[in-house]
């Protein structure tokens, strides 16, 4: 059996052989952080679909991640590091719905996190990631938005925006939203000279409480340049050892124990190695999804400069 060193160094090698990038999301384990070419949040991790110059592309992250890289780069080969990786908010919207909002709200413009299904994004205007909702949201055109479908972030760029009209539908994310308010009371009683850096996929009551709300690789940013010594973490836990990691002078806390996402969890070093050896789910999506979906995720790249 291989060394995990071991396993690094093959995976290293084969992918510099086979022309491959590996594209990791930030709440992947550290062993596969450290062979990735590129470690980032969603927005992230979408330029960089887009730009790989590479002809095959892992996606260690999960499914939604692997079909906005091929879609941003439909002639590359994109894998899923683990085919059971999903994310359950991507899922809680169908097409069908959002057609009928758009029946109901005709002068509307649909945004949807970039957390949806590739199917779902062909009957969309204009995508988001968390660290470009605010921004993106400011520079539409129009002033009437449907967001779609993460209802704790639509709510937090609706506090960044309220100079625009924006309808919210319908769910959110599983794992932010087990943080409660009383987590951060105890974790503020515990720790009373840490900043609070919360992802804005958690609850209103959370997010208010926050000294810095913002994208996993916003949060990452924030706690290094920060002249603050200690910090307590509201977003999926692993975030908090990557922080600890990289800066070891300075002091960083769970705000719920409770905030792992399981999916992101799903892919192993094994995983990677197979997909630089050949293994791994091909993603294929139809001529059609691949040509609708791209006006949605090129007006984020355009909006989101
Ligand atoms: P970001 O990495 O864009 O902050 O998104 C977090 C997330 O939940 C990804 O699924
Ligand atoms: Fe989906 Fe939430 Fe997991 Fe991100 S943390 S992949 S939004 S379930």
């Known amino acids: 059996m291989l060394t995990t060193r071991e396993m690094q160094d093959e995976i290293i090698r084969l992918k510099k052989e086979n022309d491959i990038c590996i594209l990791a999301h930030a709440y992947q384990s550290q062993d596969i952080l450290e062979v990735a070419d590129y470690v980032g949040d969603s927005y992230g991790l979408s330029v960089l679909a887009a730009k790989s110059p590479c002809k095959t592309v892992i996606m260690c992250g999960v499914r939604f991640m692997a079909e906005t890289c091929k879609i941003l780069s439909p002639d590359k080969r994109v894998i899923l590091s683990n085919s059971e990786a999903g994310c359950p908010m991507a899922e809680q919207?169908?097409?069908?719905?959002?057609?009928?909002?758009?029946?109901?709200?005709?002068?509307?413009?649909?945004?949807?996190?970039?957390?949806?299904?590739?199917?779902?994004?062909?009957?969309?205007?204009?995508?988001?990631?968390?660290?470009?909702?605010?921004?993106?949201?400011?520079?539409?055109?129009?002033?009437?938005?449907?967001?779609?479908?993460?209802?704790?972030?639509?709510?937090?760029?609706?506090?960044?925006?309220?100079?625009?009209?924006?309808?919210?539908?319908?769910?959110?994310?599983?794992?932010?939203?087990?943080?409660?308010?009383?987590?951060?009371?105890?974790?503020?009683?515990?720790?009373?000279?840490?900043?609070?850096?919360?992802?804005?996929?958690?609850?209103?009551?959370?997010?208010?409480?926050?000294?810095?709300?913002?994208?996993?690789?916003?949060?990452?940013?924030?706690?290094?340049?920060?002249?603050?010594?200690?910090?307590?973490?509201?977003?999926?836990?692993?975030?908090?050892?990557?922080?600890?990691?990289?800066?070891?002078?300075?002091?960083?806390?769970?705000?719920?124990?409770?905030?792992?996402?399981?999916?992101m969890k799903l892919t192993t070093l094994g995983d990677v190695l197979s997909c630089v050896k050949g293994g791994g789910e091909e993603i294929e999506l139809s001529e059609q999804v691949l040509k609708k979906a791209k006006i949605c995720l090129d007006n984020m790249l355009a909006l989101g400069g």
């Open 93 to 263: 919207m169908d097409k069908e719905l959002v057609l009928e909002l758009k029946k109901m709200y005709p002068d509307h413009s649909v945004v949807a996190y970039i957390n949806t299904t590739s199917e779902l994004k062909t009957v969309c205007d204009v995508c988001v990631t968390s660290s470009s909702a605010v921004k993106i949201i400011k520079n539409i055109e129009n002033d009437k938005i449907i967001f779609i479908p993460d209802c704790n972030l639509g709510s937090y760029v609706q506090k960044q925006v309220p100079e625009k009209d924006i309808k919210l539908f319908h769910g959110g994310c599983p794992t932010h939203i087990r943080i409660t308010k009383k987590d951060v009371e105890k974790a503020k009683s515990l720790h009373p000279n840490a900043l609070l850096l919360v992802h804005p996929e958690c609850i209103k009551e959370v997010t208010q409480c926050a000294d810095y709300a913002g994208s996993t690789t916003g949060i990452m940013e924030f706690a290094k340049k920060s002249d603050a010594k200690e910090f307590i973490i509201g977003t999926e836990n692993s975030i908090v050892q990557h922080l600890q990691f990289e800066c070891p002078d300075k002091k960083f806390y769970v705000l719920s124990k409770d905030c792992v996402c399981h999916n």
